[in-house]
């Protein structure tokens, strides 16, 4: 990849003689309307004119009050909500050349020479179609005198960049679209609704969600669902093995080849050899079996194992490998004629594009709107059309038509059935999350890793234990830790309540469905304290002895990575402590060193958002009230400044940021002349330890004695109700994936670090590590390695990526008082490779 992050001076004001016009097209997706915001505020910052096109394309080609002049109280109190404001409609006129000419008019007529396209890829194969076209479109305006040479020559090129808006997250380019996630949500939801009567009834139901010809949506949530079955598109099930045997042979020779079966592994190679054979069945290789077979031999397992619950999801473009589409009524008919269980459909169906978008879709449309009207604004008449993506934790521009290619060469391995190629192209992302889902539903673990009284062979011991505070994930990372342990053939044992309890002894041995229906709880069913190992190194060694672990999983917060520290650094002392030790880190406050991500961080940011909306919704019958809202995460500002983007915020005061009594006295003046303005509602966001003496009752007080007569003031410390709750499907699956990759990492060393009597000796500084996103990968680091990169003190890494997300936050509240007199400084990304971008 060759992004890279730097420094960037906005001048204010500095693209006056510039218009930009924004519109949505084809289906709506949540967090449309906070990319809309972005853009247009973003715009009017930088001094250009910025226009609605209301409906699409089909407004710009009817014109008139279609296309309308926005200013910053257009895009007040609509971050929050779902679909689009502005309209979206699918556009025949626009098709034709005739109707492209009238949108060129119309465009020209307001001087918009800059367009920012929110939509799929139809939308934006179409958006640059039309900047291909443009300057034809101007020269045959001119010639029918419907525009002036001047205006031919002041308006000669139309510059775009698309956002992708989309639930299917079927567009190669990006990791995510805008509203996948919160799509992601209302399924969820739903399952986790249905799971309820499912248990009570013994039922099994049968989810048909959205996704066209993508899969993303049913395979994420299959993962973190715990779906018994999913059937998606890119990888259709198997073929029954009839069907290849009568195909080999219509490709024989005329002369007859028997088939050779034997249970008997060399006698049916011999009588293979012998007899020609053209085809034979083996214990070793067994056949594929068709997917009726296969979901019914699932479903049975399940409910002989006492699971009361089954749940099957059903993307709506499901197929199978000759192209016939598999319906959730076929799956229903065969549940009920072979099972004859009480099988359920539920088509989730728009319920999907609905609701408020989540806090992910806001921060991800802000800062993708704000980036697409930057590129905009720097492009010049050589440049190419670019769609703004998600690269890790990154926004980048990347071409627009290449990524579209790639899209459309998805849809074209699939029409040719080269099932292998289409996962591929859909990206290394989807192929890690079809991969995972599968691994998880195995119908049972590998017979050659149990002896006949089903107990584990020539396994390895592993352990887990939380430290810290409870967060959401930590649940789903152990069931994934315990399943694919057991799948291994390894044993796992869960340490209840930490350090304490492993002192205590209070060790279990953790079976295959003594996790089941852990994903999607929230909090610890291990239990979890904050207690340290300092003091108490021989009495954890003494355990640890006993139990004969070999390699150890550390799931929790700061006390967890500072804990892990402290048990590496007694290996000379203690050779129970010379095993491979890994650390998830689990936390809403996402202040661990070596992540840009923690494990719950995103439901504790959702939680956060959520109580923000409705405390905005509260005040609606209240004219002129602004709120002081005080957030968890110790000296870490992320839940803060993140919520504050998601939430609109006027403000958001954090520990990383000093501020002055200056400062907030300034705002307190912003805040009044917004209410000036016609602005109902404020909101104040604090994180818990900003300051010492500005605290959030002083802040309230503040705003409450200067804003009498303007606006009153309420406040709400919204404390535990933010690591409460159910995880939300990014915790889900990253916790499902981190604890998978935890089980291959702890395997290897112990591996490599392993004697003949089974007694591992780990001592380097990379078998104690932490497993963190970095940069979009997985990446495991040497404890050692990031003592230098952490403020201990505060308990928060020395620097911190969403730091960069502050001028943002504050040029879309038009926080006045934090810019400079001619600007102000924001960290861009440059262009990178769309072969860098999963």
Same mark, same amino acid.
């Given at each position: 990849?060759?992004?890279?992050?730097?420094?960037?001076?906005?001048?204010?004001?500095?693209?006056?003689?510039?218009?930009?016009?924004?519109?949505?097209?084809?289906?709506?997706?949540?967090?449309?309307?906070?990319?809309?915001?972005?853009?247009?505020?973003?715009?009017?910052?930088?001094?250009?004119?910025?226009?609605?096109?209301?409906?699409?394309?089909?407004?710009?080609?009817?014109?008139?009050?279609?296309?309308?002049?926005?200013?910053?109280?257009?895009?007040?109190?609509?971050?929050?909500?779902?679909?689009?404001?502005?309209?979206?409609?699918?556009?025949?006129?626009?098709?034709?050349?005739?109707?492209?000419?009238?949108?060129?008019?119309?465009?020209?007529?307001?001087?918009?020479?800059?367009?920012?396209?929110?939509?799929?890829?139809?939308?934006?194969?179409?958006?640059?179609?039309?900047?291909?076209?443009?300057?034809?479109?101007?020269?045959?305006?001119?010639?029918?005198?419907?525009?002036?040479?001047?205006?031919?020559?002041?308006?000669?090129?139309?510059?775009?960049?698309?956002?992708?808006?989309?639930?299917?997250?079927?567009?190669?380019?990006?990791?995510?679209?805008?509203?996948?996630?919160?799509?992601?949500?209302?399924?969820?939801?739903?399952?986790?609704?249905?799971?309820?009567?499912?248990?009570?009834?013994?039922?099994?139901?049968?989810?048909?969600?959205?996704?066209?010809?993508?899969?993303?949506?049913?395979?994420?949530?299959?993962?973190?669902?715990?779906?018994?079955?999913?059937?998606?598109?890119?990888?259709?099930?198997?073929?029954?093995?009839?069907?290849?045997?009568?195909?080999?042979?219509?490709?024989?020779?005329?002369?007859?080849?028997?088939?050779?079966?034997?249970?008997?592994?060399?006698?049916?190679?011999?009588?293979?050899?012998?007899?020609?054979?053209?085809?034979?069945?083996?214990?070793?290789?067994?056949?594929?079996?068709?997917?009726?077979?296969?979901?019914?031999?699932?479903?049975?397992?399940?409910?002989?194992?006492?699971?009361?619950?089954?749940?099957?999801?059903?993307?709506?473009?499901?197929?199978?490998?000759?192209?016939?589409?598999?319906?959730?009524?076929?799956?229903?008919?065969?549940?009920?004629?072979?099972?004859?269980?009480?099988?359920?459909?539920?088509?989730?169906?728009?319920?999907?594009?609905?609701?408020?978008?989540?806090?992910?879709?806001?921060?991800?449309?802000?800062?993708?709107?704000?980036?697409?009207?930057?590129?905009?604004?720097?492009?010049?008449?050589?440049?190419?059309?670019?769609?703004?993506?998600?690269?890790?934790?990154?926004?980048?521009?990347?071409?627009?038509?290449?990524?579209?290619?790639?899209?459309?060469?998805?849809?074209?391995?699939?029409?040719?059935?080269?099932?292998?190629?289409?996962?591929?192209?859909?990206?290394?992302?989807?192929?890690?999350?079809?991969?995972?889902?599968?691994?998880?539903?195995?119908?049972?673990?590998?017979?050659?890793?149990?002896?006949?009284?089903?107990?584990?062979?020539?396994?390895?011991?592993?352990?887990?234990?939380?430290?810290?505070?409870?967060?959401?994930?930590?649940?789903?990372?152990?069931?994934?830790?315990?399943?694919?342990?057991?799948?291994?053939?390894?044993?796992?044992?869960?340490?209840?309540?930490?350090?304490?309890?492993?002192?205590?002894?209070?060790?279990?041995?953790?079976?295959? &469905?003594?996790? !089941?229906?852990? %994903?999607?709880?929230?909090?610890?069913? *291990? $239990?979890?304290?904050?207690? +340290?190992? #300092?003091?108490?190194?021989?009495?954890?060694?003494?355990?640890?002895?006993?139990?004969?672990?070999?390699?150890?999983?550390?799931?929790?917060?700061?006390?967890?990575?500072?804990?892990?520290?402290?048990?590496?650094?007694?290996?000379?002392?203690?050779?129970?402590?010379?095993?491979?030790?890994?650390?998830?880190? &689990?936390?809403? !406050?996402?202040? %661990?060193?070596?992540?840009?991500?923690? *494990? $719950?961080?995103?439901?504790? +940011?959702? #939680?956060?958002?959520?109580?923000?909306?409705?405390?905005?919704?509260?005040?609606?019958?209240?004219?002129?009230?602004?709120?002081?809202?005080?957030?968890?995460?110790?000296?870490?500002?992320?839940?803060?400044?993140?919520?504050?983007?998601?939430?609109?915020?006027?403000?958001?005061?954090?520990?990383?940021?000093?501020?002055?009594?200056?400062?907030?006295?300034?705002?307190?003046?912003?805040?009044?002349?917004?209410?000036?303005?016609?602005?109902?509602?404020?909101?104040?966001?604090?994180?818990?330890?900003?300051?010492?003496?500005?605290?959030?009752?002083?802040?309230?007080?503040?705003?409450?004695?200067?804003?009498?007569?303007?606006?009153?003031?309420?406040?709400?410390?919204?404390?535990?109700?933010?690591?409460?709750?159910?995880?939300?499907?990014?915790?889900?699956?990253?916790?499902?994936?981190?604890?998978?990759?935890?089980?291959?990492?702890?395997?290897?060393?112990?591996?490599?670090?392993?004697?003949?009597?089974?007694?591992?000796?780990?001592?380097?500084?990379?078998?104690?590590?932490?497993?963190?996103?970095?940069?979009?990968?997985?990446?495991?680091?040497?404890?050692?390695?990031?003592?230098?990169?952490?403020?201990?003190?505060?308990?928060?890494?020395?620097?911190?990526?969403?730091?960069?997300?502050?001028?943002?936050?504050?040029?879309?509240?038009?926080?006045?008082?934090?810019?400079?007199?001619?600007?102000?400084?924001?960290?861009?990304?440059?262009?990178?490779?769309?072969?860098?971008?999963?």
């Amino acid at each position: 990849m060759n992004s890279e992050n730097h420094q960037r001076f906005l001048a204010r004001g500095s693209q006056r003689d510039k218009g930009l016009a924004v519109f949505t097209s084809g289906g709506d997706s949540q967090g449309m309307n906070a990319a809309v915001r972005a853009c247009v505020r973003m715009a009017i910052y930088l001094g250009c004119k910025a226009y609605f096109i209301r409906e699409g394309y089909q407004g710009m080609v009817d014109g008139g009050d279609c296309i309308q002049e926005a200013n910053w109280a257009s895009v007040s109190s609509i971050i929050h909500r779902g679909g689009t404001i502005i309209g979206s409609a699918r556009c025949q006129d626009f098709r034709e050349r005739a109707g492209r000419l009238k949108a060129a008019n119309n465009l020209v007529q307001r001087g918009i020479t800059n367009l920012v396209v929110i939509g799929g890829d139809g939308s934006l194969t179409g958006a640059n179609l039309f900047r291909q076209e443009w300057s034809s479109l101007l020269d045959e305006l001119a010639k029918n005198s419907t525009i002036t040479a001047e205006q031919r020559n002041k308006y000669n090129v139309l510059h775009i960049v698309g956002l992708v808006g989309s639930i299917d997250n079927d567009f190669c380019g990006t990791d995510m679209t805008i509203g996948t996630d919160t799509a992601l949500h209302r399924i969820i939801e739903a399952i986790d609704a249905i799971a309820s009567t499912a248990y009570s009834h013994q039922r099994t139901f049968i989810m048909e969600v959205m996704g066209r010809h993508c899969g993303y949506l049913p395979v994420v949530a299959g993962i973190i669902s715990e779906a018994d079955y999913v059937f998606l598109p890119e990888h259709p099930p198997p073929q029954d093995w009839p069907d290849r045997l009568i195909l080999q042979l219509q490709q024989a020779s005329k002369r007859s080849r028997l088939m050779s079966v034997s249970s008997d592994f060399y006698l049916a190679i011999s009588a293979a050899i012998a007899t020609e054979a053209d085809f034979m069945l083996i214990p070793e290789e067994p056949v594929e079996l068709l997917w009726q077979d296969r979901l019914c031999k699932k479903l049975e397992q399940e409910r002989s194992a006492g699971q009361r619950l089954n749940i099957v999801i059903v993307a709506e473009g499901a197929m199978d490998r000759e192209g016939h589409p598999i319906t959730a009524e076929d799956v229903r008919k065969v549940i009920d004629e072979r099972l004859k269980h009480d099988a359920r459909i539920t088509v989730l169906g728009h319920v999907q594009r609905g609701g408020n978008p989540s806090a992910f879709d806001r921060v991800l449309a802000c800062r993708m709107g704000a980036e697409a009207t930057l590129a905009l604004m720097e492009a010049t008449s050589e440049s190419l059309p670019v769609v703004i993506s998600l690269d890790g934790n990154q926004t980048v521009r990347v071409p627009l038509m290449e990524c579209v290619e790639r899209t459309q060469a998805v849809a074209k391995a699939m029409k040719e059935r080269r099932w292998a190629d289409a996962v591929k192209l859909r990206g290394r992302s989807f192929e890690r999350n079809l991969e995972t889902y599968k691994m998880l539903t195995r119908l049972k673990p590998p017979k050659e890793c149990f002896d006949e009284n089903g107990k584990p062979i020539e396994g390895y011991r592993l352990a887990v234990m939380h430290i810290g505070a409870p967060a959401c994930g930590m649940n789903a990372a152990v069931r994934s830790f315990v399943r694919n342990a057991i799948y291994r053939g390894d044993v796992v044992y869960g340490v209840n309540d930490g350090i304490e309890g492993l002192i205590a002894g209070n060790v279990r041995e953790l079976g295959w &469905s003594d996790v !089941s229906g852990w %994903v999607g709880q929230g909090g610890a069913f *291990l $239990g979890t304290k904050r207690t +340290l190992p #300092e003091g108490k190194f021989k009495e954890i060694a003494a355990r640890l002895k006993e139990f004969r672990i070999q390699g150890l999983l550390i799931i929790g917060g700061f006390e967890s990575y500072h804990a892990a520290g402290q048990i590496s650094d007694q290996r000379d002392n203690y050779p129970e402590f010379c095993i491979p030790i890994v650390v998830v880190p &689990s936390t809403i !406050s996402n202040n %661990v060193p070596g992540t840009e991500f923690s *494990l $719950g961080c995103d439901t504790g +940011l959702n #939680e956060i958002t959520e109580i923000c909306d409705r405390i905005r919704q509260s005040a609606q019958g209240t004219k002129r009230r602004v709120f002081v809202i005080e957030t968890m995460g110790g000296y870490c500002g992320y839940l803060a400044t993140l919520a504050g983007l998601a939430g609109g915020a006027d403000a958001a005061y954090i520990y990383e940021e000093k501020f002055s009594i200056k400062d907030l006295q300034q705002d307190v003046y912003h805040m009044a002349s917004k209410m000036a303005e016609g602005v109902s509602r404020g909101l104040i966001l604090r994180n818990e330890k900003a300051s010492e003496n500005y605290t959030t009752d002083f802040i309230y007080r503040l705003y409450s004695e200067e804003g009498k007569g303007l606006f009153t003031c309420r406040m709400n410390i919204l404390g535990h109700m933010q690591q409460g709750g159910s995880p939300t499907p990014f915790d889900r699956n990253m916790g499902t994936k981190m604890a998978a990759k935890c089980v291959d990492w702890l395997a290897t060393q112990i591996k490599n670090n392993i004697d003949a009597n089974g007694v591992v000796n780990c001592k380097s500084n990379d078998t104690a590590t932490l497993l963190g996103i970095v940069s979009r990968q997985y990446r495991f680091s040497p404890l050692v390695d990031l003592i230098g990169e952490t403020n201990f003190d505060q308990r928060i890494p020395k620097k911190q990526w969403w730091l960069r997300l502050r001028p943002l936050l504050r040029i879309l509240a038009k926080h006045d008082s934090a810019y400079e007199e001619e600007g102000m400084y924001i960290t861009v990304e440059e262009e990178c490779d769309t072969d860098a971008v999963a």
